[in-house]
């Protein structure tokens, strides 16, 4: 080999690639590329996956046992402050309870009984009325009305003609206090020994809650707290505290339900006592004044359509229930989830009452979920620009200097090759910048031999043409006729020689 780049050469006919090899090349150059994207995608999105969904899976048991948990807080606290009202009427009761009885406000005292009855019942809104019955039927209140005014009932009983004569103020609240707005007198026949609240608390040593019943006045269903007064244990007169199912539903809508939810309040029979959406019919008053309170199944609110759906799904006993429990319920139609408690309560003495909430899932979840599918969007970009700025690097690392390897074997078998089409990668560290010496080496030594070979076959060409002159000139001096030539030769030359000495 006379230098280091071999001349290039036009390739013969000869040594020609075939077309179908030199496809197939270029395919598996395709083919070495596409494999290294694949390799890379799939690599980088296995490491995702492996990432992602573990977190997901992770993410939404943790999420379940988190909702769980504040669901039973939810139940447990609207329990606490459904207690927190039972108490606070528990608490005002025996404040009047003691004050009659020590005789701190007699009970001859109107005005001043009248102003102790309307401060107590401005001071708690959760309350609808406080009432005063006496054994002998006469009957004082303080009560609030829908328009958030205040009236005040003194009532007294006539037994002859069995009748009440009754004196009502009301009162508007203002800055500097209450306001007398109008007075009106009227007869009835409401007599509070006949009434539940008296009845339970008069045979009772404590203080007990009457069933659902259609207040007197306002027409309403509504729920009662009721206690004896008895210094000296004789009975003088019974204190009761109203709180109405509407004022109760209100009291329900004031407390933290998630942001959706509902908290509702049903007896044993699936019937509806207080729903924390006031605007929700609760019960109303037969042709006997008693109470129909409206089923779980009549009523029309999606959330306590779950509620009765879970009730019926899981066979969910109301009677029987005596701690919390907790169900996953799915809506048929919109797929989304919700879950759904019942708790008993357990603060209202007698009336067997039970603590639901209903909650969606999404309310807790929503937000988590909006951050997964950012995090999935970021991932898809991050995979994206990850793999495609790994598949440049790969291709510029790796595929590219292979390829220039094959290129330059191509090179050889069509005898072309120059050297320096390997030199930036034979200056490479690495395994490729190895290859790429070693091929180089390698290509060196085949053009030397292959330029020593046809040194060789020029030789051995020449060798063969001298031989087969020689063989010719033996061929045709060996014949009959070129010896006899010969030999007439020889002897017209002998002729001439003695003729020449001759002369």
Do not use: C
């Not at 009202?85 to 009984?113: C, H, W, Y």
């Not at 008993?344 to 909430?357: E, F, S």
């Not at 510029?396 to 069509?414: G, N, V």
């Amino acid at each position: 080999m006379k230098n280091d780049n071999p001349p290039q050469t036009q390739v013969n006919n000869s040594a020609k690639k075939p077309e179908g090899d030199a496809a197939n090349s270029s395919a598996k150059s395709i083919s070495l590329k596409t494999t290294l994207a694949a390799v890379v995608l799939v690599i980088v999105g296995a490491t995702a996956a492996v990432i992602h969904f573990p977190w997901t899976l992770t993410s939404k048991r943790n999420t379940a046992n988190i909702v769980k948990r504040l669901n039973q807080e939810i139940a447990q606290g609207t329990t606490d402050a459904v207690r927190t009202l039972s108490e606070n009427a528990l608490v005002m009761q025996e404040t009047i309870q003691e004050m009659f009885a020590k005789g701190t406000i007699g009970l001859d005292e109107p005005e001043i009984r009248q102003d102790f009855y309307l401060t107590l019942l401005k001071a708690n809104q959760n309350f609808s009325g406080i009432n005063f019955g006496y054994p002998n039927g006469n009957f004082f209140a303080a009560q609030r009305l829908p328009s958030g005014k205040l009236r005040f009932i003194n009532s007294v009983w006539n037994p002859e003609e069995k009748q009440a004569n009754r004196t009502v103020s009301f009162y508007e609240i203002a800055e500097q206090g209450l306001k007398l707005t109008d007075e009106e007198k009227l007869q009835d026949r409401y007599n509070p020994v006949n009434r539940p609240w008296y009845q339970k608390a008069s045979s009772s040593s404590e203080a007990e809650w009457a069933g659902v019943y259609i207040f007197h006045t306002s027409q309403k269903p509504g729920i009662t707290s009721s206690i004896a007064v008895r210094p000296d244990n004789a009975l003088i007169g019974v204190v009761s505290i109203d709180v109405e199912l509407e004022q109760l539903s209100v009291y329900l809508q004031n407390l933290q339900v998630a942001k959706t939810g509902a908290v509702f309040i049903i007896d044993t029979e699936q019937k509806l006592v207080g729903f924390s959406d006031p605007s929700e019919p609760i019960a109303t008053a037969n042709e006997a004044g008693e109470p129909n309170l409206k089923p779980l199944a009549e009523s029309e609110n999606k959330y306590l359509r779950f509620a009765r759906n879970v009730i019926e799904a899981e066979g969910v006993s109301l009677d029987k229930v005596d701690s919390l429990e907790y169900f996953a319920y799915k809506d048929p139609d919109s797929g989304d989830k919700y879950f759904v408690s019942f708790l008993p309560l357990q603060n209202l003495k007698n009336l067997n009452l039970i603590v639901g909430t209903v909650i969606p899932e999404s309310d807790f979840v929503g937000e988590i979920n909006r951050n997964n599918q950012r995090l999935f969007v970021a991932m898809a970009v991050l995979i994206i620009l990850a793999a495609g700025a790994a598949i440049i690097l790969s291709d510029k690392a790796i595929a590219t200097p292979i390829l220039r390897i094959t290129k330059a074997a191509e090179d050889i078998e069509e005898d072309k090759f120059e050297l320096k089409s390997l030199e930036s990668v034979s200056q490479r560290s690495d395994e490729l910048g190895r290859l790429a010496r070693v091929f180089k080496e390698m290509a060196r030594q085949v053009y030397q031999r292959e330029q020593k070979l046809k040194q060789q076959v020029q030789e051995l060409r020449i060798e063969i043409d001298q031989s087969k002159k020689q063989k010719q000139v033996s061929e045709i001096t060996n014949t009959d006729f070129f010896q006899d030539l010969q030999k007439k030769a020889k002897k017209m030359r002998k002729n001439r020689e003695n003729k020449d000495s001759q002369e």
